[in-house]
């Protein structure tokens, strides 16, 4: 049952956490069936979601490191690092003072609706603009400001903070804005799991089973990848609507869920 509670924590994380639905909110219920895991194992599954990202941009990473000299990839480099830099500045000045919401139900849950109806103004916004795959200044520091909302607040989505803020500042062509999302993610994910790790291993992680991190690991990595694959061939021709509905029926449900104290 370990084992399989450990596949099936893999595979909602690699399917929630870029998909612009909150990995946060399906792992709170997950786990409370499954069984509550560690820091160091949501870190490592996360990880594993994070190195399929890596995995499907890899060319576009090479590309943009070898071709730096050339004006637009030099930009595009230096608009990335701006938005890290301010998820990566704010949000350790967050984690210092310990400002973040608790996982709790009903925050999540108003994060989940809260996020669907901004998916809806992104989406009715966009439509009015001629579609622009430009990333300007601006659209980074909003990008980067997304990251830390969604850091602070459970149940937000970093994909979904940031690839509708980008929408919503300028970047308005739905694949430019998904991977401005998934670019920045990058090096943001891979930062905060090695502060995590670093933290964990500080605080005693002898007693995690290695095992279990590593079936984590690649069942989160393929999981991730397959989901990653298909959102970006369905944003080719779909609207994000389908998810801010599913964010706001999930986070009603859980709102229910709260009232009723189903979570104890």
């Known amino acids: 049952m370990d084992l399989l509670s450990t596949i099936l924590l893999g595979v909602i994380e690699g399917i929630t956490e870029f998909l612009p639905i909150s990995s946060t909110g399906h792992l709170l219920i997950a786990e409370h069936w499954l069984g509550q895991r560690s820091e160091i194992f949501n870190v490592v599954i996360q990880s594993g979601a994070m190195l399929a990202v890596t995995i ?43 400002f973040r919401l608790p996982d709790t139900l009903a925050p999540i849950a108003w994060a989940l609706i809260i996020g669907g109806f901004w998916i809806i103004a ?44 980008a929408m919503l500042t300028g970047t308005s062509n739905r694949a430019a804005a998904t991977e401005l999302s998934f670019l920045v993610g990058i090096p943001t994910m891979y930062a905060a799991s090695a502060y995590e790790l670093y933290s964990g291993f500080k605080q005693g992680a002898a007693h995690e089973d290695w095992l279990d991190l590593g079936v984590a690991f690649v069942v989160a990595a393929v999981t991730a990848f397959i989901a990653v694959k298909w959102l970006l061939r369905y944003i080719q021709s779909h609207r994000f609507t389908v998810f801010a509905v599913y964010r706001i029926f999930f986070g009603s449900v859980l709102l229910a869920a709260a009232e009723l104290d189903w979570t104890g």
């Open 122 to 165: 992104a989406e009715v916004f966009a439509a009015r603009q001629q579609a622009r795959t430009a990333v300007t200044w601006p659209v980074a520091v909003a990008v980067g400001l997304a990251q830390i909302v969604a850091g602070i607040f459970p149940g937000t989505s970093r994909s979904g903070a940031t690839i509708f803020a």
């Open 56 to 98: 499907i941009y890899w060319r576009r990473l090479v590309l943009l490191a070898i071709g730096w000299r050339q004006p637009e990839n030099r930009a595009y480099i230096g608009k990335l690092l701006l938005a890290f830099l301010i998820t990566s500045v704010l949000g350790l000045a967050a984690k210092k003072l310990g």
